[in-house]
Nanobody, 116 residues
């Protein structure tokens, strides 16, 4: 059974940092490309960043480039998202994601709130 559990969210002031983690099980993590998405209230879920199975290739959407870093530890079956210089518009529920045999798998999400 595929499972993904995000953690690390919380309340942070503008300009602050958070590191999200996603611990996965039920599939061969080292063979799977992974992604982080987010969904703000009243908005569609949107892609934030992707990383290849080996970690050598990463892609970011424009609004997080230079501020967020996606990484993974295949030995620990864990995906990370380091978020720096956070802005109020980064407030959202953040989800990790993978596709296995064309089916999408999501964690339960972790809330990130950026507010003074």
């Amino acid at each position: 059974q595929v499972q993904a559990v995000e953690s690390g969210g919380g309340l942070v002031q503008p300009g602050g940092s958070l590191r999200l983690s996603c611990a996965v099980s039920g599939f061969t993590f080292s063979n799977a490309a992974m992604g982080w998405y987010r969904q703000a209230p009243g908005k569609e879920r949107e892609l934030v960043a992707r990383i290849s199975s080996g970690g050598g290739v990463t892609n970011y959407v424009d609004f997080v480039k230079g501020r967020f870093t996606i990484s993974r530890d295949n030995a620990k079956n864990t995906l990370y998202l380091q978020m720096n210089s956070l802005k109020p518009e980064d407030t959202a529920v953040y989800y990790c994601n993978t596709y296995i045999s064309k089916s999408a798998y999501w964690g339960q999400g972790t809330q990130v709130t950026v507010s003074s």
